[in-house]
């Protein structure tokens, strides 16, 4: 135990761990077919981070995931050949724009997840 942290009396404190709240913000009723561009509304707006848990394609169906801020959007990256990728840019409000990539079957977007920290607080 060389790495706790002690007081000036020897006792073991305890770090302040940051809770957070989880909340499914967003889901694909269809996540094994293409998935071409489209606005998303995000059921809700007490998040201060989202993830997209997205398959690789259509027809391989490893998880991935990406994380970005409120209000910010981020990339689906697919490592292929030719670097598939989706862009999910904020529109306003709950709503993002999620373009199709050079192929609808790749990056293909199952569930986003809103993450509300209370480190960000």
């Not at 050949?81 to 790749?106: E, F, H, K, W």
Request: proline share 5%.
């Amino acid at each position: 135990m060389n790495n706790v942290l002690k007081d000036k009396n020897g006792n073991i404190l305890n770090p302040k761990i940051p809770r957070y709240e989880e909340f499914v913000l967003w889901e694909n009723s269809n996540p094994t077919a293409d998935f071409n561009t489209q606005n998303i509304v995000f059921s809700s707006d007490s998040y201060d981070v989202y993830e997209i848990y997205y398959y690789v394609s259509t027809t391989n169906q490893q998880m991935l995931t990406a994380k970005s801020l409120k209000g910010h959007g981020t990339r689906l990256m697919i490592p292929t050949d030719q670097m598939q990728y989706r862009t999910l840019t904020y529109v306003n409000g709950n709503t993002y724009s999620i373009n199709t990539a050079s192929d609808p079957s790749y990056a293909v977007p199952v569930k986003i997840i809103g993450y509300k920290q209370s480190i960000l607080q």
